[in-house]
């Protein structure tokens, strides 16, 4: 798995979760039951990942639509 970015902002990663899946790719969301248990107050950022071999094909999807930025 190769890690995209890592958010706070559930809206946006929900956001950059269906534009990947509309590109066909299986965006994995790690971090989650971390971010529930903190009460999503934004401590623990959630990381947003894809498999290896389809990272470029992400970067270059997320880069199309505005949207790669590192952090």
Same mark, same amino acid.
């Given at each position: 798995?190769?890690?995209?970015?890592?958010?706070?902002?559930?809206?946006? !990663?929900?956001?950059?979760? /269906?534009? !990947? +899946?509309?590109?066909?790719? +299986?965006?994995?969301?790690?971090?989650?039951?971390?971010?529930?248990?903190?009460? +999503?107050?934004?401590?623990?950022?959630?990381?947003?990942?894809?498999?290896?071999?389809?990272?470029? /094909?992400?970067?270059?999807?997320?880069?199309?639509?505005?949207?790669? +930025?590192?952090?």
């Amino acid at each position: 798995m190769r890690v995209l970015l890592s958010e706070g902002d559930p809206i946006r !990663l929900g956001f950059l979760q /269906a534009l !990947l +899946r509309d590109g066909g790719l +299986r965006p994995l969301l790690l971090d989650s039951h971390m971010s529930a248990v903190e009460g +999503r107050i934004g401590a623990f950022p959630q990381r947003l990942a894809v498999p290896e071999e389809e990272a470029a /094909a992400a970067e270059s999807l997320l880069r199309e639509a505005g949207e790669w +930025r590192l952090g």
